[in-house]
């Protein structure tokens, strides 16, 4: 286990060596009461520190960093993590030669970054040897860019290129970007019988191409042909009124731009509303960007956490 080493590391940090085995099991990591907030409202994190105003910014720290050596096992399950502000993955997991990771029920939700990021530490010439990822019946909501006029970050999951990988049943929704990012063209992918639902730009996208999710098994030239059974749909999620207004009412930066490119289900402004169980209305989107990764209370997630998605996510983590 590494030892923090300031603000910016992420909250749990492990290392495993040739052949060991790595479990976590049945942790809340919350950022809330680390994060620097601009007001007391605690609606937009500050990314900048003010030292004249003896204000701190808030820590770039994610949740869960692992990284493996050669034919390690990792298992991720039963977590929650919330309102982290890292660059990269609020889980974030490097696989080493022939290693095997599971990330499985877990709770990720109210995150900059990517929900999960599933990573390589081994870059073989032939192919050979790459990690592999079981990444099954997780939730994943509320996955925000890093800062109101970011390009990065803000899904749900993200791979890299040289990874074996299989995203299966897992509730995928409210993401900045979209729900699985493919951009690096992993080719040993499979995605399927998962849950997706308002993300903003698209539902998977494979280098740069934006796809619906019940497109990506005519329009995608990489997913393994078991990647079926997936499912964009309304369904209410049971986040609390508070912070459903909070979300609905905030303001992207060039968000007719950004809905002009849109390639989703289920993500127009009245659907969002109406996901989160809030009236709808002509003009939902009031606030600019004066919201940003606003405080989710733990109550609040873990009413979502109690909720059943049916087949799909995590089931009380």
Known sequence: VDQMAGSTQYRLILGCDAGKRVVVDGLIIDNGDRNHYDTDKQLKIRRRANPAKNKNATPESGGIKIKLGTDCQATVKNNVVMNTAPTGGAIATWGGKNSTLTIENNLIIN??????????????????????????????????????????????????????????????????????????????????????????????????TAMKIDAIEDESDILNEKSSGNVSKLVKVNVGPRFAAIYAGRKEISRAKVDAAAKVSNSGANQLRGILGLPLQASAVKMDADVWLARLNLDEAMAVAQQSFGEFGAKKP
């Open 111 to 208: 995150n900059t970054g990517e929900g999960i990021y599933a990573m390589t530490a081994f870059h073989p010439r032939d192919g050979q040897g790459l990690p592999s990822y079981e990444i099954k019946n997780n939730t994943i909501l509320f996955s925000w860019k890093h800062d109101a006029i970011a390009t990065y970050g803000g899904n749900g999951v993200k791979l890299d290129s040289e990874v074996i990988a299989n995203i299966t049943g897992n509730v995928l929704g409210f993401n900045d970007y979209g729900a699985i990012d493919n951009i690096k063209k992993c080719k040993k992918l499979t995605v399927s019988k998962n849950l997706v639902f308002g993300n903003r730009l698209y539902d998977y996208r494979e280098f740069n």
